[in-house]
């Protein structure tokens, strides 16, 4: 899924948002976030959202995010509403806020990378 769509779902969903439907769209979003090493590089990463959500897990959990990702897909699967509207809203915290500052210093980046090939490998009058 990406990145975009995520954000289109999870910008779609509110308080009023039958808990169903809201649960149904939280298992997508969140196993694409967890399997993605866009989002959280590390699975240590993860402690930190998790925390977030008021959820404890053991620490052999974040050695596989697959394990981990069925346990809180198992937690969303009994959560009442008031949690997975905790869980929506870390979400769009996490999407809407830290990645978009990420995104802009990878830019920066790649582009002075691509500014120094240019300049090294330049041709015209004078390099000649």
Known sequence: MSSKYIK???SKLDGNTNTELLRLELYSI???VF???EYFNKNSDILSFIDEINYQYGEYL???RTLLLARILRDINKAEKNE??????NLQHLLFNN??????????KSKNYIDS????????????
């Open 30 to 32: 969140v196993t694409d």
């Open 8 to 10: 289109s779902n999870l």
């Open 99 to 108: 990645i978009e500052s990420d995104t802009k210093t990878k830019d920066k």
């Open 84 to 89: 997975l509207l905790l869980i929506m809203r």
């Open 62 to 64: 974040f050695k596989s």
């Open 35 to 37: 399997l993605s090493k």
């Open 117 to 128: 090939l240019m300049e090294q490998f330049k041709r015209g009058a004078d390099n000649e």
